[in-house]
C-alpha cells in the first residue's frame, strides 16, 4: 500500500523506500501562529490561493475529465466489483489500482483512485498517483484539483505539499508576473498547515531555496528565521544554513530593513562610545603636526560595523535557538519511540499505541504547566524505551523571541500531535475519542467535527464511536442530529440490536413513548426470521408496554405471539411468568404458563424452577389448603421424573427471590442462588443434583448480552439476605412426608 510518508507502491506493484514524513489533517491554531511569525520576521502575511481546510468529510472527487478510450478492461468489472462488495479489504483496493495502472487505462484508473481515496484518504501516494496521471494525459488543471482534494484531506502531508508545489512550478509560466506570487502563497500555505510538523524540514528548505533562486535573499533569510521557532528533526541545519547566508552577504541584503536599521544605529553608537573611550586613554599622546583623526567617511558604513551587526544578529539567535534545541530535546525521545507515524490498515502494536498516548500526556501535561514552577524548568534525559511505557515528569521552558521576550504556548502543539497521532492511528476509536475529550470543553463545533471525520470517513463500521456521538448530540440538545447519526449507523450496520434499543431509549428519554414502541415493535417484525432475536426485541417491547406503558394485556400479547414463533425459549416463559405472577393474583394464569412451559423442551432444572415458582404462589395467594398441596405433589412428582427425590421446601421458599435479573432487566433463574436457598429449608431427601445450570442456562436465553452490551443486574439475593434464614421454616410439619 501507499504508507503515509514511508512506503509507496511502484508502479510494478512492489513496496519501496520514500523519505517522506508522516501526513495528517492540521486544524485553524497553526495557521494563525504561522501568520504570526511570518509577520515578525519580514515574510509574507498574504491569503494563500488555495484555502486548505481539514475537512475531509466535505471534500468531493473531481469529476474525470472527457477521453477518448473506449470500454474497461476485461477483468475491472470483477475487481471492481469484489472492491465494493467487501470495501473493508485494502488488499481488494490494492488489486485493483495495480490491475488498471497495469494495463494504462485512463478512465478505469480514474474510478478505482477516486472510489479508493474516497474510503482511504490518508494514503498520499495515491493522491500523487492520481495526479500524476491527470497530468500525463494532458489535464494539468485536473491534477491541480487533485492535489487540493488531497491536501483537504491529510493537510499536514509535507510529501503532498510538496508534490503540488512542483506540478505547479512544472506547468505555470513563471514569466508571468502572477506567477511568482501564487507560488509563494502556495509555499505559505503549506508552512502555515505543515510548517510546526517535526518532520517538516524538507519543505522548509524548499521554500527557502526557491526564495534564493528567484534572488530574494531577505525572504529566503525571513523563512530561515520562521523556522528557527519550530522544533523540527533538523533544526541545526537550518541555523547553520541562517549563519551561512549572513557571514557570505552583507547584512543589509539579508535583514528586513526595520532590524538592520535598528542595529546599525545600535552598533554605531557602541562605536562611538568605545571611540570616545579610547580617546579619552589617548588624550595625553600628541599626534605629529598636521595629522588629524581618522575618520568613517559620511554615509559609508565599515567593515567593522558590518561585523558587529552581525554579531548583534547572532547575539538574538543564539537564545531563539537554544530555546528551540531544548523543546527538541524534550520531544526527541517521544519522536524516536513512534516506529510507524503514517497510516497502515494493520493494527499496531501495543508499545506503538502506549507511545502515542505518553507522548499525548506529555503534550497535555505541558500546556497545563506554570513555566515560573522551578520544577518546571527540569529537563531530565530520559530512554527512548522508557519513554514508550512511562509518562515523562519534564517541563516546557518558556520560549523567548528575538527580543527576549517569553512567547506565549498555547495549545497549538497539543493540535498538532492529535491530528499526527489520527494518521497512524485512525482506525483506533480510543484516539478519536481522546481527541474529541480535548475540544469539548473548547468547542462543542471541533468536537462535533471529530464525530463527523471519525465515523464518517474512518470509522464507518465501528458502531461504538457512532452511539458515543450520538450520546454527544444527546447530551448537548440536538437530538435531531442524534437520531441521524443513529438512523445512519442502523443503514450502515442493519440487525445490530444495541443500535435499535439506543434508538428506541433516545425517543423514551425524550418522552415520545410511542415512537420507541414504534421502533421495537418494528423490530419484532422484521426479525420473525430469527427466533433468538425476534425474542429479544418481544421480551424488550412488553417490558416497555409493562413498565412504563401500564399495560399488562399488551405485553402479555406480544409474550404469547413471541412464544409461537419460539415455543422452546425459556426467556420468554420466564417473562411470562414473572408478568403473570407480578400483576392481579390469577391461578389459571400462572397454571396455564407453568404447563405450557413445562411442556416445552426446557432444561431439567428451568422447569424445576418454573414448579417451584408456581408452589411458591400457591403458598402466597391460594385460598385453600388443598389446592396447595396439590401442587405441591404436582412439584414432588416432577422432582422425581427429572431424577431427583428432594422434598419441596416446608413453605415453597423457592420463589422468584432465588432469581437474578438477566442483562435485559428479565427475571433469571441462577442455580447456584437455588442451591443456597435450600440449605435453609428442612429436606428429607438429598436435593437434585444441578449440573451446568450456569451454562446451559445461558445458552438456552441465546447469548443476548452480545447485542446488549451492560453489566448483569446483580441477584436479589437468598433470603437468608434478608435476615429471614430458618424462622421461615416454623412449622416443620406443614406439608407430609413424601
Known amino acids: 500500500m501507499a504508507a503515509e510518508g514511508y512506503e509507496e507502491m511502484s508502479g510494478n506493484g512492489e513496496l519501496e523506500e520514500s523519505s517522506a514524513t508522516e501526513a495528517s489533517e492540521a486544524t485553524a491554531s497553526p495557521r494563525a501562529e504561522m501568520a504570526e511569525m511570518s509577520e515578525e520576521n519580514g515574510g509574507p502575511a498574504v491569503a494563500p490561493d488555495v484555502s486548505v481546510r481539514p475537512d475531509p468529510v ?5 469529476p474525470p475529465a472527457e477521453d477518448d478510450e473506449g470500454e474497461l478492461p476485461a477483468d475491472f468489472e470483477r475487481l471492481w466489483k469484489a472492491a465494493h462488495d467487501n470495501p473493508q479489504d485494502f488488499t481488494g483496493w490494492t488489486d485493483l489500482l495495480q490491475y488498471c495502472e497495469q494495463e494504462s487505462h485512463i478512465t478505469a484508473s480514474r ?3 477516486a472510489a479508493f481515496l474516497t474510503r482511504y484518504p490518508l494514503c ?12 500525463r494525459a494532458g489535464f494539468n488543471n485536473k491534477a491541480e484539483e487533485v492535489c ?8 499536514l502531508s509535507v510529501d503532498l505539499w510538496i508534490h503540488y508545489i512542483n506540478l505547479l512550478l512544472g506547468t505555470l509560466d513563471m514569466n508571468l508576473p502572477e506567477s511568482p506570487s501564487r507560488i509563494r502563497s502556495v509555499f505559505e500555505d503549506a508552512v502555515v498547515a505543515a510548517g510546526l510538523d517535526f518532520h517538516s524540514d524538507r519543505l522548509w528548505d524548499l521554500y527557502v531555496e526557491w526564495e534564493k533562486e528567484q534572488g530574494n535573499m531577505k525572504r529566503a533569510v525571513a523563512v530561515l528565521d520562521r523556522v528557527l521557532k519550530v522544533p523540527t528533526q533538523l533544526y541545526n541545519t537550518h541555523y547553520d544554513k541562517f549563519k551561512d547566508q549572513l557571514n557570505g552577504q552583507e547584512p543589509e541584503e539579508v535583514l528586513s530593513t526595520e532590524e538592520y536599521e535598528e542595529l546599525r544605529t545600535l552598533c554605531r553608537q557602541t562605536q562611538k562610545a568605545e571611540r570616545a573611550k579610547q580617546a579619552q586613554e589617548e588624550e595625553e599622546e600628541e599626534r605629529p603636526p598636521g595629522e588629524e583623526e581618522p575618520a568613517t567617511p559620511e554615509g559609508t558604513d565599515s567593515e567593522e560595523l558590518m561585523q558587529k551587526i552581525r554579531e548583534q544578529v547572532l547575539l538574538r539567535r543564539d537564545k531563539v535557538y537554544q530555546d528551540n534545541e531544548g523543546e527538541v530535546r524534550k520531544r526527541w525521545h517521544f519522536e524516536d519511540a513512534i516506529k510507524r507515524p503514517y497510516f497502515h490498515v494493520k493494527p499496531l502494536d501495543r508499545l506503538q499505541l502506549r507511545a502515542w498516548h505518553s507522548y499525548l500526556d506529555w503534550e497535555v501535561a505541558e500546556l497545563n504547566k506554570d513555566p515560573k514552577d522551578p520544577q518546571d524548568s527540569q529537563d531530565p534525559q530520559q530512554d527512548p524505551d522508557q519513554a514508550a511505557t512511562e509518562e515523562p515528569e519534564v517541563t516546557v521552558q518558556p520560549q523567548v523571541d528575538s527580543e527576549g521576550a517569553a512567547v506565549a504556548h498555547d495549545d497549538t502543539r497539543v493540535r498538532i500531535l492529535f491530528e499526527r497521532c489520527l494518521i497512524a492511528c485512525a482506525l483506533y476509536e480510543e484516539f478519536w475519542i481522546r481527541y474529541n475529550q480535548y475540544l469539548e470543553s473548547q468547542s462543542l463545533e471541533e468536537a462535533r467535527a471529530v464525530f463527523k471525520r471519525a465515523c464518517e470517513v474512518h470509522l464507518a463500521y465501528k458502531p461504538n464511536i457512532h452511539m458515543q456521538w450520538a450520546t454527544f448530540e444527546e447530551r448537548h440538545g440536538d437530538l435531531s442530529e442524534a437520531r441521524r447519526v ?3 449507523l442502523e443503514k450502515t450496520l442493519p440487525g445490530l440490536a444495541v443500535v435499535r434499543l439506543r434508538r428506541a431509549a433516545l425517543e423514551r428519554r425524550a418522552g415520545l413513548l410511542d415512537q420507541s414502541e414504534a421502533l421495537l415493535r418494528e ?3 422484521e426479525s420473525k426470521e430469527n427466533p433468538t432475536l425476534h425474542a429479544f426485541f418481544s421480551i424488550k417491547l412488553a417490558r416497555l408496554l409493562l413498565k412504563l406503558g401500564r399495560n399488562p394485556s399488551r405485553a402479555r400479547g406480544v409474550l404469547q405471539e413471541a412464544l409461537e414463533i419460539s415455543p422452546d425459549n425459556d426467556k420468554l416463559h420466564l417473562n411470562l411468568l414473572e408478568l403473570e405472577v407480578s400483576g392481579d393474583p390469577s391461578a389459571e394464569a400462572v397454571q396455564e404458563c407453568v404447563t405450557r412451559a413445562l411442556a416445552a423442551a426446557l432444561a431439567p432444572h428451568t422447569k424445576i424452577l418454573f414448579s417451584q415458582r408456581r408452589l411458591q404462589f400457591a403458598e402466597d395467594y391460594s385460598n385453600s389448603i388443598a389446592s396447595v398441596l396439590s401442587v405441591y ?8 421424573e427429572l431424577g431427583g427425590t428432594k422434598r419441596g421446601a416446608e413453605n415453597g421458599d423457592e420463589d422468584s427471590e432465588k432469581m437474578s435479573k438477566s442483562d435485559d432487566g428479565s427475571a433469571v433463574a441462577v442455580s447456584a442462588e437455588v442451591a443456597a436457598t435450600m440449605a435453609h429449608v428442612p429436606i428429607t431427601t ?8 450456569d451454562a446451559s442456562s445461558q445458552a438456552a436465553y441465546g447469548g443476548y448480552s452480545s447485542w446488549y452490551q451492560q453489566p448483569q443486574y446483580g441477584s436479589y439475593g437468598s433470603y437468608g439476605s434478608y435476615g429471614y434464614q430458618n424462622t421461615w421454616n416454623y412449622n416443620q410439619g406443614y406439608y407430609p412426608p413424601s
Do not use: T
Open 523 to 525: 423490530a419484532v417484525d
Open 686 to 693: 438429598p436435593p437434585p443434583p444441578v449440573v451446568g445450570a
Open 58 to 62: 466535505s471534500f468531493s472527487m473531481p
Open 148 to 155: 487540493v482534494q488531497g491536501l483537504q484531506a491529510i493537510p
Open 111 to 113: 474510478r478505482a483512485l
Open 633 to 640: 405433589e404436582e412439584h414432588q412428582k416432577l422432582l422425581k
Open 486 to 488: 443513529l438512523e445512519a
Open 124 to 135: 498520499y501516494g495515491y493522491w500523487k498517483k492520481f495526479a500524476d496521471l491527470e497530468r
